[in-house]
């Protein structure tokens, strides 16, 4: 039996508040606005859309985006999911 990985009560402290400021911005925008933040440490974009609306894979951050700082357009870290994921499965 393999063990899963140990998330520290800090990180998933962090997490659920992260994941109800994306809610509380989402249900503020209108569909297919983004919304996006940049500062000296952290990036957010949200863009609200319906799942039939994603057409290609999403890249984060993304490339020439306005209003990037310096060390989020050049960060190594990228975050890459594939338009699939929002696909159902009984299509």
Same mark, same amino acid.
């Given at each position: 039996?393999? #063990?899963?990985? *140990?998330?520290?009560? !800090?990180?998933?402290?962090?997490? %659920? &508040?992260?994941?109800? =400021?994306?809610?509380?911005? !989402?249900?503020? +925008?209108?569909?297919? +606005?983004?919304?996006? /933040?940049? /500062? @000296? @440490?952290?990036?957010? /974009? &949200? +863009?609200?859309?319906?799942?039939?609306? *994603?057409?290609?894979? &999403? @890249?984060?951050?993304? #490339? !020439? %985006?306005? !209003?990037?700082?310096?060390?989020?357009?050049?960060?190594?870290? #990228?975050?890459?999911?594939? #338009?699939?994921? =929002? /696909? @159902?499965?009984?299509?």
């Amino acid at each position: 039996a393999s #063990k899963l990985p *140990v998330v520290a009560p !800090g990180a998933a402290l962090l997490m %659920r &508040i992260l994941e109800d =400021f994306i809610h509380f911005i !989402g249900e503020a +925008q209108k569909p297919f +606005q983004s919304f996006l /933040t940049v /500062t @000296n @440490n952290l990036m957010i /974009t &949200i +863009q609200r859309e319906p799942v039939s609306a *994603v057409s290609s894979d &999403i @890249n984060f951050p993304m #490339k !020439g %985006r306005r !209003g990037m700082k310096d060390w989020a357009r050049t960060a190594e870290d #990228k975050l890459y999911i594939p #338009k699939e994921v =929002f /696909t @159902n499965p009984a299509e």
